[in-house]
């Protein structure tokens, strides 16, 4: 194999050889006629056989040796220019391809190189980051499923072996029934919701635009919670401008709403007041839900719409801090805008602004 590689080598070398040969036979050979036949013309020398066959001695001398250094010049050219830098890059590439993501190469000293190289190392080093950065996520993914997984598991392990005790009364076993139902009920949420992520985020999922009264589905939604309003004593608040037509993937649209109700009813105490609004202007319908909840810090506020953050606020509650991230998904993918604005202890107003036409 290595012998081999010295052959091609060798068969490359005389291969450039004989295209130097040919050119600077070609050029000298030209320039010589010109010259001899100038300085012959000039200097009254007879053409003879003697003296042509000395000329074209020195001119085939001349180009052999021209050749060779042009070969050897462009050899080393090439080694420092073009060989160098590309080996460097296939070498880092063979490591990305074993799984270091780390690789990160030199930009090359630009006397030497070609300015093409460096764009090439730039997107290399840009491509590196990116699966480090895919590969971090996948990792982290890996890691916050698992997590997520074990508590209800774990509580229906509870219950399951509470619910082998003999001479159960009916209300326990009822009692313990329930909390299984409400761990798997739990995990298959969280299935259901990592599945949706996962196809918005592969572009699986294509709205399917129709169009519908807006104000009409907010109040939809918020009456599915009507149990939860009343039991938790929270007073509700509605302005909802009528007749706001707007385009869009009402069943995607209604996921966004329902995480924003759930919310707004999840991290607000008893007593407390919820007001949604919807209002437009020229160019967007804008809804508000507002809470006077517990509210969250500004760090809290800037990981909210991360898969599987939850604040600390939400610790004990219920959830797995992937209903934001599908929001955001969905308000992404209908080029609509969703912020946040919330103080600790106060209450939180999420805004939501689609594109009316
Ligand atoms: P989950 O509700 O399952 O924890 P989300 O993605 O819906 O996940 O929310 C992420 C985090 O954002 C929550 O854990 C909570 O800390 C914060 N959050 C969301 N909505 C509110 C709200 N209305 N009031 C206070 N904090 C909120």
């Known amino acids: 194999m290595k012998q081999e590689k010295h052959i091609v080598s060798i068969l490359k070398f005389v291969y450039h050889y004989a295209i130097f040969f040919l050119l600077v036979a070609f050029v000298t050979t030209s320039c010589t006629i010109l010259f001899v036949s100038t300085f012959f013309d000039t200097l009254n020398i007879p053409l003879t056989d003697e003296n042509i066959s000395t000329a074209a001695k ?4 001349n180009c052999l040796l021209l050749s060779l250094l042009f070969t050897l010049i462009d ?26 993501f780390s690789v990160r190469i030199k ?23 990116e699966l480090q950065s895919v590969e971090t996520l996948r990792t982290d993914f890996i890691a916050n499923v698992s997590h997520e997984m074990k508590t209800p598991l774990s509580i229906m392990q509870n219950y399951g072996t509470l619910l082998q005790a003999p001479d159960l009364s009916d209300e326990k ?11 798997s009920r739990r995990l298959a949420d969280m299935m259901t919701n990592i599945l949706k992520l996962n196809r918005l985020e592969n572009q699986q999922i294509f709205p399917q635009t129709t169009e519908f009264d807006l104000g009409e589905q907010l109040c939809e939604c918020l009456l599915q919670y009507k149990n939860v309003w009343e039991k938790a004593e929270i007073e509700i608040k509605t ?13 995607l649209l209604g996921l966004v709403w329902n995480n924003l109700f759930s919310n707004a009813f999840k991290f607000t105490l008893e007593g407390s007041t919820v007001f949604v609004s919807l209002t437009v202007d020229d160019e967007y319908a804008i809804v508000k839900v507002q809470d006077t909840g517990c509210g969250m810090t500004a760090e809290v506020g800037a990981h909210i719409f991360e898969k599987f953050y939850q604040g600390d606020t939400s610790r004990s509650i219920q959830g797995n801090g992937l209903g934001l991230a599908l929001v955001k998904r969905v308000i992404d993918i209908m080029h609509g805008e969703i912020s946040v604005e919330s103080s600790l202890g106060v209450g939180t107003t999420f805004t939501v602004r689609m594109r009316r036409g």
């Open 58 to 61: 020195l001119t085939f001398g």
């Open 75 to 100: 050899a080393l050219r090439r080694k420092y220019t073009v060989l160098r830098p590309v080996r460097h890059i296939a070498e880092d590439a063979e490591k990305i391809m074993q799984g270091d």
């Open 107 to 129: 930009p090359q000293v630009q006397l030497a190189t070609d300015e093409t190289f460096n764009e090439i190392i730039e997107c290399f080093n840009k491509m590196a980051q």
């Open 173 to 183: 076993r009822m009692e313990y029934a329930k909390g299984v139902t409400d761990g």
């Open 239 to 251: 302005e909802i401008a009528e007749n706001v037509m707007i385009k869009a993937d009402a069943e």
